[in-house]
């Protein structure tokens, strides 16, 4: 069974720091790799994708990285601000070929305190 | 550029009833969309994936019977809980991806559907 798994579950740290959250997967046959972000109630928005011939996308303050030998992903946040707080989920397309929907992990829930 | 709606945003509906859920891409043609759930404190789930014009492929555990989903053009999906019970609650959010795009395979989600059966 194709699995993503997210850790920590939920993170709280100060504003100002630098933080990195944790995407690992069961199939390195990966297609591509999406770190989404969800506040409370609302719809997903998308971070950065990151396709299976890549090793790292960047977008501002974040950078995300994949490897896929050993099925994992980093999410790193620079300078975190308290609008950062919000859950983070990352997704990924085993099969591709544009087709197929995402498996997601269960997120990192996160708290920037001011 | 990019934006897909859901509709209704949530609704209560009484057990037994049937609901429907639009999902539209505003300012692009989908050849493909896809159908999540989401439970309380749980990762989304796929349920189907929807093509324009050809049946949906739903997901191991997920009754087509139970959720219909129509794909009838390029910037509209639906999908209907028929007969819904209370453990059909959940928040139901559509993704598309863009016809022209189909290569870069960036999904675009709509903001949520939350139902309550009651």
């Known amino acids: 069974k194709q699995e993503v798994t997210q850790i920590p579950a939920a993170l709280s740290v100060p504003e100002g720091e630098n933080l990195v959250l944790n995407c690992s997967f069961t199939?390195?046959?990966?297609?591509?790799l999406q770190w989404f972000r969800q506040d409370p109630g609302k719809g997903l928005t998308s971070l950065l994708l990151?396709?299976?011939?890549?090793r790292e996308q960047t977008s501002g303050r974040l950078n995300a990285s994949l490897d896929k030998s050993s099925g994992r992903s980093t999410l790193y946040i620079a300078a975190s601000q308290p609008g950062d707080s919000a859950t983070y989920l990352c997704?990924?397309?085993?099969?591709?070929?544009?087709?197929?929907?995402?498996?997601f992990g269960k997120g990192t829930h996160l708290i920037i305190q001011p | 550029g990019a934006v897909v709606s859901q509709h209704p945003s949530w609704v209560i509906c009484k057990s037994g009833t049937s609901v429907k859920i639009e999902c539209r891409s505003l300012d692009f043609q989908a050849t493909t969309m896809f159908w999540y759930r989401q439970f309380p404190k749980q990762s989304l789930m796929l349920m189907a994936t929807?093509?324009?014009?050809?049946?949906?492929?739903?997901e191991q555990g997920v009754e087509k019977d139970k959720f219909l989903i129509n794909h009838a053009s390029l910037t509209l999906s639906t999908l209907t809980v028929t007969s819904a019970h209370p453990e059909d609650s959940s928040f139901y959010i559509c993704?598309?991806?863009?016809?022209?795009?189909?290569?870069?395979?960036?999904?675009?989600f709509g903001p949520g559907t939350r139902l309550l059966v009651l």
């Open positions: 993704s598309a991806r863009e016809r022209e795009e189909i290569f870069k395979e960036t999904q675009y």
């Open positions: 199939d390195s046959a990966i297609y591509n």
């Open positions: 997704a990924v397309s085993f099969s591709g070929g544009g087709a197929d929907g995402l498996t």
């Open positions: 990151i396709q299976s011939s890549q």
């Open positions: 929807s093509n324009e014009g050809s049946k949906a492929t739903y």
